[in-house]
């Protein structure tokens, strides 16, 4: 008995390593599934005595990001590779869908703090998150939101 209840154990196991999908390049984050205000609250120098209200952080990949008060704008000093061309920021407000622009002035570039991997921030109905190293979502509140990363790039 102890060994046909040790072959059917393994003969499961063998099964369920076949039917798992081998890991491939992660894909683009669904933004209905991962809340992002499930993050913990990164603690750090995010703000700086010029900019009333304002939230700023760095990723850890080196762009520039900032939240402002009451839902907006949020945005990064980045675009993605997909990005169309001559454009330098993404940006989002509450009462819009986040769109990529070009601006003369970096105006999400402070010396802040690096937001880690896995934390966010918030501000004022605002939040934003480093889901790895090379992906930031920022979203505000009447679902307007984008997610950020080195190729991709996802606006809504």
Same mark, same amino acid.
């Given at each position: ?5 040790? #072959?059917?154990? #393994? %003969?499961? !196991? ?10 491939? /390049? ?13 993050? @913990? ?18 990723? @850890?990949? +080196?762009? /520039?990001?900032?939240? $402002? @008060?009451? %839902?907006?704008? !949020?945005?990064? =000093? &980045? ?16 009462? &819009? ?6 601006? =003369?002035? /970096? ?10 991997? $896995?934390?966010?921030?918030?501000n004022? +109905? ?5 889901? =790895?190293e ?16 080195? %190729?991709?790039?996802e606006?809504?």
């Open positions: 008995m102890t060994v046909r209840c040790a #072959a059917a154990a #393994a %003969g499961l !196991v063998g099964l369920i390593l076949i039917a798992t999908p081998i890991a491939s /390049a992660q894909p683009a984050p669904d933004q209905n599934v991962k809340d992002i205000r499930a993050y @913990p609250l990164a603690q750090g120098r995010y703000s700086t005595p010029d900019d009333f209200y304002f939230v700023f952080f760095r990723t @850890p990949d +080196g762009r /520039a990001c900032g939240i $402002g @008060p009451n %839902g907006g704008p !949020v945005g990064c =000093d &980045a675009v993605p590779a997909d990005a169309p061309p001559d454009t330098n920021q993404t940006v989002v407000n509450s009462w &819009a869908p986040a769109q990529y622009r070009h601006s =003369d002035t /970096a105006a999400f570039t402070r010396d802040v703090d690096v937001l880690p991997v $896995g934390y966010r921030l918030e004022w +109905g605002a939040t934003c998150a480093v889901e =790895d090379n992906v930031v979502r920022c979203q505000t509140y009447n679902s307007h939101g984008f997610t950020l990363g080195r %190729g991709y790039g606006l809504w």
